[in-house]
Structure formats: C-alpha cells, structure tokens
C-alpha cells in the first residue's frame, strides 16, 4: 500500500484553509471531528479555520460547539448558527459568508469523512492548481465502510448512470469531502439549483461545463455510528 506521508508544507505559503461543518444534531460527533481537524491541521502546519453551521440542533450540538470554542479559541472556532433546516447549499452559502480563508473545504461532521485526507487534498490541490480537489470512494484504495451490499449498488449504480449521461470527468459525483478556491466555489454555488444532496452532484457537473479543472484523491468513507442527521 502506498505511503499517505505527504512531504511538509511552506507555513509563509498565505493560503489559508477554511472548513465548513454544516451539523444537525452532531453533539457526539463533533468533539471528535474537531479534535481531528486540529490534530491534522496542526501537524501539517496549513492555516486554517472552522466554520460551524448548526441548523437549530435538538440535542445541543451548537451548546458542545460554544465549549469546543472556548478551548480551540475564537480564531480557529467560527459559529454561524442558524435557526432551523435550511438544506445543505444553503449552509455552504451562509458559512462562505464568514470564511476567511481563500480555500473552502466542506465535509460532513459525522466522522464519515476523516480529517486524515486533508494533508492530500491540499498537496493534490498544488501539484495541478486545480479548481477543485474531490474525494473519490471509486478509485485507486478509496473504498466505502459501514454500507450493506444494497446501498453501496445504488450509489455505484447512480455514480455509473451520471458518468454515462454527463460525462463529469471524475469519479464520485455524490461525495461530499471537497476542497475548492473560494472564488469557484462561489461561482459554482450562485448557478446551482439543486437541493439536498443532489447539490454535490450538480456542483461536479457545472465545474466541468464551466471548464473548472478537477483533482481527486482517494479516500475512506464510513458510515456514521453517533446521531442521526
């Protein structure tokens, strides 16, 4: 198997790393998460922020957040809370708002995506200048963990039929663990009209139909065990 080790950063390099946590009754999860992202961030020397978009959590999710911000701090903890559901593109346009940082990562908080692929996504992202940089269950070691044989057909069999009707040029349309330069992901986000989580997929077709170039590097994806989204 191929090392994950990638070769150490330029700290002074003034890009800047902005995370986007959309959550919705995530209060086991995103002590976790957090925790990882700082781990991961902190190792590899990228400046970064998290931008935490809870959707008015029943379980007090936004409540472990205000705590995760006292210990992180200010700086690196973001909250841009919201009062209710308002669909995922939603949430990326609210948290786009307050970013700071000339990349956006986005991602789910439920442990689904590990923190672990960020180090590659970045490298990924500067080996090729690319627009956006997706995570890909489908290629290379990717692999999906957690699913029964049912669920992992229907989302190869979605991905297939997307392939062969658009031709989108990458190989998970449904993913979710995305890196983009900002200025994309906001172009990207005032065309797209989709809601849910076909949003991910309109969002790799309009990048191709906009010329926008597309890294992918594998990764690990894991069903949730905490919470119910």
């Not at 409540?63 to 200010?74: D, I, P, S, T």
């Not at 307050?98 to 590659?120: C, Q, R, T, Y």
């Not at 906001?186 to 990048?207: D, N, P």
Request: charged letters at 25%.
């Amino acid at each position: 198997m191929a090392s994950r080790k990638t070769s150490r950063p330029n700290r002074d390099s003034g890009d800047k790393y902005s995370v986007l946590l959309p959550t919705y009754n995530e209060r086991e999860n995103l002590p976790l998460i957090v925790w990882l992202l700082v781990k991961y961030f902190g190792e590899s020397g990228f400046n970064y922020e998290i931008i935490v978009i809870d959707d008015g959590s029943p379980d007090g999710t936004l409540e472990v957040a205000e705590q995760l911000q006292k210990v992180y701090g200010e700086d690196k903890i973001l909250l841009r809370p919201r009062a209710k559901k308002l669909g995922l593109g939603t949430a990326y346009i609210h948290g786009m708002k307050h970013a700071s940082g000339n990349f956006i990562i986005i991602m789910d908080a439920d442990l689904s995506h590990h923190p672990k692929f960020i180090p590659e996504f970045i490298q990924k992202q500067k080996e090729g200048d690319y627009d956006l940089v997706s995570g890909t269950r489908y290629r290379g070691n990717g692999g999906v963990y957690g699913w029964d044989l049912r669920r992992k057909l229907i989302s190869r069999g979605a991905n297939f039929l997307a392939q062969v009707l658009l031709r989108p040029g990458a190989s998970d349309l449904t993913g979710s663990f995305r890196l983009y330069k900002k200025k994309v992901l906001e172009s990207l986000v005032e065309q797209c009209v989709s809601k849910g989580y076909v949003f991910q997929m309109e969002m790799i077709v309009r990048a191709r139909q906009l010329n926008y170039t597309i890294g992918e590097v594998p990764i690990s994806f894991v069903d949730r065990v905490y919470g119910d989204s």
